[in-house]
């Protein structure tokens, strides 16, 4: 089965520029996180979807940032217009939705770098 | 104050030896704990999870205090590839699987 994949590797973007970054959830899972790590810092939240609905999006650093997820499958992040600080790596994760009141397991792509010059 | 704190570390221990990793967490209301590990360059995968009657898995052994807000990961008899970025985690908020993370703490084994 595959995992969580996310499009691009990397990407290199002049600021002030647009990126947009793709990632595809394990299948079935309803549950979709997006993460960012800048450098030298933690791992931090940024949103989290449920289906095709944001459940939680108080960790998105400001309007630059946009996140949607049509039809409850793949997502995509864009960052419009991109600035330096945002620089770092974005990771997704995915998650099958709570059964019984037990926490399922996050599992991550393998990110996205993005370096913003 | 972070709200999951590590020491970065880095560790350098000899193969073959015991370690131990800490971590402390401020919000009292985390109700979910766990360990992860991340590779070089690669994605955060779980470890294992933390619970507070411990818990082991082969040569892993957690464990949490809730009273202390205290977490810890044992490595027994450390491998060449137990080397890695060990990140503490806390569920934050009860039903959302919201995760923060500690800044890691990087674990080199020695030959």
């Known amino acids: 089965e595959a995992g969580v994949t996310q499009f691009p590797s990397h990407s290199v973007i002049e600021k002030g520029q647009t990126v947009t970054l793709r990632c595809d959830p394990i299948?079935?899972?309803?549950?979709l996180y997006w993460y960012r790590r800048v450098m030298g810092k933690e791992i931090k939240f940024l949103l989290h979807?449920?289906?095709?609905?944001?459940?939680?999006e108080s960790g998105m650093p400001n309007n630059r940032f946009l996140a949607e997820r049509t039809g409850g499958t793949y997502s995509t992040l864009k960052v419009q217009p991109a600035e330096l600080e945002d620089s770092g790596v974005y990771f997704c994760?995915?998650?099958?939705?709570?059964?019984?009141?037990?926490?399922?397991?996050?599992?991550f792509g393998q990110g996205t770098r993005l370096t913003v010059v | 104050r972070k709200e999951v704190e590590q020491d970065p570390g880095p560790f350098n221990v000899p193969e073959g030896a015991t370690v131990a990793f800490n971590c402390t967490y401020s919000?009292?209301?985390?109700?979910?704990f766990f360990w992860y590990r991340q590779d070089c360059r690669k994605e955060p995968k779980l470890l294992m999870s933390v619970y507070s009657s411990g818990n082991e898995d082969g040569r892993f052994t957690a464990q949490l205090n809730r009273a202390s807000q205290y977490i810890s990961l044992l490595i027994r008899d450390s491998k060449l590839s137990d080397s890695a970025t060990y990140l503490c985690?806390?569920?934050?908020?009860?039903?959302?699987?919201?995760?923060?993370f500690g800044t890691g703490t990087r674990l080199t084994i020695i030959p």
């Open positions: 979807f449920v289906k095709e609905s944001k459940q939680d």
């Open positions: 994760a995915s998650s099958q939705g709570r059964t019984g009141g037990w926490n399922t397991e996050a599992f």
């Open positions: 919000n009292s209301a985390s109700q979910s």
């Open positions: 985690v806390a569920e934050s908020n009860f039903g959302n699987e919201k995760l923060t």
């Open positions: 299948s079935g899972h309803d549950n």
